[in-house]
T-cell receptor, first 117, second 111 residues
Framework: DGGITQSPKYLFRKEGQNVTLSCEQN?????MYWYRQDPGQGLRLIYY???????QKGDIAEGYSVSREKKESFPLTVTSAQKNPTAFYLC????????????????FGPGTRLTVL | SQQGEEDPQALSIQEGENATMNCSYK?????LQWYRQNSGRGLVHLIL?????REKHSGRLRVTLDTSKKSSSLLITASRAADTASYFC???????????FGKGTRLSVIA
């Protein structure tokens, strides 16, 4: 089965803790993305990566960090610096068709719901 | 900066009726995409329409694009309860940056 997986599905964090959300894809996609979604809201871009060992900040990168050591994996760490981390986090990937990131179809994982206790 | 904005925010219809939702954007684009999200799930790509296309069909979906008005519409014909979901449009941003998603239209189809 080809696809994109996220784990865990639900995550609870105490204030002051760092937590890492996993995102793995076996679609052989070059680009990967992390989004945050708050209730009733759209998607806001946190980080994205077009190639291994390289990534760029999105619109709301503060308080988050990522790594891209393997093509298949793009984990997101929510640090204690993120003051309001409770949200639904979505990971996506896309094949770089050559027309730019804005023309590529994105494939999404099932999401991780993070709650701060 | 680029922004996609869907209208209406929420839509409730009876099963069998058609559902129409609209998307407006600010700056010129070369394509526009529509995605669907079931409650608590990830988004699923529905359709991509290029700037040189005015209309595109996929099953019960019909998408139009009017670049002069910077707007697109998604029509779902003969809706079913299973079509209940949020629908998002996504448009390119400036430079080689990812798509920008709107806030979505929440569609409820009542059986």
């Amino acid at each position: 089965d080809g696809g994109i997986t996220q784990s865990p599905k639900y995550l609870f964090r105490k204030e002051g803790q760092n937590v890492t959300l996993s995102c793995e894809q076996n679609l052989n996609h070059d680009a990967m993305y992390w989004y945050r979604q708050d209730p009733g809201q759209g998607l806001r871009l946190i980080y994205y990566s077009q190639i291994v060992n390289d990534f760029q900040k999105g619109d709301i990168a503060e308080g988050y960090s990522v790594s891209r050591e393997k093509k298949e994996s793009f984990p997101l760490t929510v640090t204690s610096a993120q003051k309001n981390p409770t949200a639904f986090y979505l990971c996506a990937s896309s094949y770089l068709a050559g027309g730019g990131l804005g023309t590529d179809t994105q494939y999404f994982g099932p999401g991780t719901r993070l709650t701060v206790l | 900066s680029q922004q996609g904005e869907e209208d209406p925010q929420a839509l409730s219809i009876q099963e069998g009726e058609n559902a129409t939702m609209n998307c407006s954007y600010k700056t010129s684009i070369n394509n526009l995409q529509w995605y669907r999200q079931n409650s608590g799930r990830g988004l699923v790509h529905l359709i991509l329409i290029r700037s040189n296309e005015r209309e595109k069909h996929s099953g019960r979906l019909r998408v139009t694009l009017d670049t002069s008005k910077k707007s697109s519409s998604l029509l779902i014909t003969a809706s079913r309860a299973a079509d209940t979901a949020s629908y998002f449009c996504a448009v390119p941003n400036s430079g080689n940056t990812p798509l920008v998603f709107g806030k979505g239209t929440r569609l409820s189809v009542i059986a």
